[in-house]
Structure formats: structure tokens, C-alpha cells
């Protein structure tokens, strides 16, 4: 079974920064595909970032520039560098896997077995 352990986020005004990581354990092969969502109550969670295990990466157009996701594979662990942050990117964030590739769909929710407990982020204006 995999298990997923986020930490970071908080509050921070807007432009500011903040740093997701997501600690995994419990993976059976090393072809694991890892992703951030977020979701705002009353909307479907939206997928935010992705990364395959060697680097192949996919951004949701509301973050591309401002974001970076990142893996250490070694460590089994999954970032996300976030920068320039808006009052939109208020949101309580997951991090999410699932075993093998995902292709474009690595922004579907559905697409994955295993997810973190959330971690909030809060942008003040």
C-alpha cells in the first residue's frame, strides 16, 4: 500500500512563496507518476503539476511560470516550488500517484490510486 505524508504550505500574501512536499512510501516498482491538485470547496479538484520519473512534466495554464513540481527519486519525494502566488491559488493542495504513465491525463483526478492528506494554502491580497 502506498502512503503519501504532505507537508509545507500556510499562509503568505500575495507574490510571495511557498514550498509542498510530499513524502511517499510503500512503492512496489520505481515507475511511479506524482502530481498536485487542489480544490476549493464547491469546485472538483484541479490538477496543478506533474512529473514522471524522469522528468516529464505538465502544468495547469493558471500556474505555468509561477510553479515548478520536482521529484527526488532517491527520496521518493515530490515537490512544489510556488511563486508569485495569487488569492486564486487559495486552495487546500494534494499531492497524488499512481503506478506507471499517465500521459495527458495526468490532470484527471480519476486517474489516481493514492492520495495525501492536503495541505491548505492561503494567499492574502
Known amino acids: 500500500q502506498v502512503h503519501l505524508v504532505q507537508s509545507g504550505g500556510g499562509s503568505v500574501q500575495a507574490g510571495g512563496s511557498l514550498r509542498l512536499s510530499c513524502a511517499a512510501s510503500?512503492?512496489?516498482?520505481?515507475?511511479?507518476?506524482m502530481a498536485w491538485f487542489r480544490q476549493v470547496p464547491g469546485k472538483e479538484r484541479e490538477g496543478v503539476a506533474g512529473?514522471?520519473?524522469?522528468?516529464?512534466?505538465g502544468y495547469a495554464d493558471s500556474v505555468k511560470g509561477r510553479f515548478t513540481v520536482s521529484r527526488d527519486n532517491d527520496k521518493n519525494t515530490l515537490y512544489l516550488e510556488m511563486n508569485s502566488l495569487k488569492p486564486e491559488d487559495t486552495a487546500m493542495y494534494y499531492c497524488?500517484?499512481?503506478?506507471?504513465?499517465?500521459?495527458?491525463?495526468?490532470?484527471?483526478?480519476?486517474?489516481?490510486?493514492?492520495w495525501g492528506q492536503g495541505t491548505q494554502v492561503t494567499v492574502s491580497s
Open positions: 497524488a500517484t499512481r503506478s506507471g504513465s499517465v500521459g495527458a491525463l495526468w490532470h484527471q483526478s480519476s486517474t489516481y490510486a493514492y
Open positions: 510503500g512503492y512496489t516498482d520505481n515507475k511511479y507518476f
Open positions: 512529473i514522471g520519473r524522469v522528468g516529464n512534466t
